[in-house]
């Protein structure tokens, strides 16, 4: 087994005592990269990472991150190197300036050796409709089977074992979905928590940074870099940083866990529902209280239009700066309308065009009241029984999605309980803003699929703990496909 296929703690280990060099990963990385045929990379940079990895010459004992290899989804900002967006609209756009995450991962001391796709504009959840084409998923070789979206790439790149970490970004389960579809860990911390300074906004009040890893223990490790105070993000939040990793190891006896009844029973596939059980089961000998609680049915039925409407309008404001002038190709026009139409007309793909076109109509002064403020306040009461379910719960518990890795050609009925409510509940994170981890479960079939743990805000250090002990229990940690396991539930 290469170095490459460790886990984060062993590879930081051969890098302390010198049986590999932050170069030697790097060109492996670099090499595994060019050979993948999912189609998850926007950019490669070859030179930058191997000349940066190369000037890595003496081992920080206790930087964990020190030499690690890592690519970031390409809706970050990147000093020098292309950043599109995977949009046509953003071609050829190269920043001049890097994103804070990025920053923060270059101090200490992680090469960076491109960007990811993603689904155009970071809109959409099937890894189809970003400007390179369809990121497929590497645990099918057939390449008949998606990732998920729209951090299809990163996800792509940390499950084929070419990086043991990933940056994506997790506006309604972007990273949390395609985790679940990949057997990785995927984190998005509260909101707030990590400064979104250089991240193209989609829905700002829904985006995150957040990410892919391999164990729970790798994902503790990058929210202690990555947390914090950030004077160019108003957002980010003032609370101390924890030491995410100090408590993973700790007993959970006490801790109480909710499970949304509706969510469970609308779940058809009875092999998920059978290894969820066994996992409560595991989770009951650790000392954990679980009990089932009640949602109301219509406000779970509402997430995906309430995601929608906000998303939607969100981003046709955030996006207007993509007009043709200010930013993205120039196509001439005889007047400012026609420029931007024709700038976007050739630059956007026909989903986000009927995003915006929904957006715009949602935010028209005379549908505001009925679409735009109705789904605000609709909101609000589904973070209220959140909110509700967590004072007397430390978490809620549920599969992360309803089945495997889907086919590109199966079509889903898209007003069916399933759909609605166990496809899509994981946006009750964003909508609260809560902490969120996705980790593996079982396999079915050669297919991962993953269990979600959410917690209250701010409470990473604990979401950690809980999530370290089913990792414990699962026996799916450090998971690719190069690295196959079978698990324990």
Known sequence: MSYLDSSLKELHEALVEKKVTPLELTEEALKRAHENKDNAFEYIDDEGAKAFAASLTEPEKDNPLW???????????????????????????????????????????????????????AMGGTGTTGHLGTTYNPWDPSHKRGIGGSSCGSAAAVAASIVPFSLGSDTGD????????????GMKPTWGRISRYGLFPFAPSLDHVAYFSRDVYSSAVLLDVL?????????????????YEEDLDKPVAGMKIAIIKEIIDSISDEEIKKHFEKSIEAAKEQGIAVDFVSFDKKLLESIYATYMVISCAEATSNDANLDGIKFGPYHGGKSYQEVMFNARDKGFSELIKRRFVIGSYCLMRENQEELFLRAQR????????????????DFIYLPAAPTVAPLFESVSDKLSDEYLMADNHLALGNFAGLPSITLPLFFKEGLPVGINIMGRAFEEKKLFQ?????????GLANVSILNKKEGNL
């Open 227 to 243: 947390s914090g105070r950030d004077l160019n993000d108003s957002t980010s939040s003032t609370k101390p940083v924890d030491r």
């Open 174 to 185: 972007s990273v949390r979905k395609p985790a679940s579809l990949a057997g990785l860990v």
């Open 378 to 393: 609709n909101r609000a009461k589904i973070v209220a029984k959140v909110n509700e379910i967590l004072r007397d719960y």
């Open 67 to 121: 030499g690690i290899p890592y690519f970031s989804k390409d809706n970050y900002s990147t000093k020098g190197i292309p950043s599109t967006a995977s949009s046509n609209i953003l071609n050829g756009y190269i920043p001049v300036y890097d994103a804070t995450v990025i920053t923060k991962l270059r101090e200490a001391k992680a090469v960076l050796l491109g960007k990811t796709t993603l689904d155009e504009l």
């Open 466 to 474: 809980i999530a370290a002990a089913f990792e414990r229990a699962s």
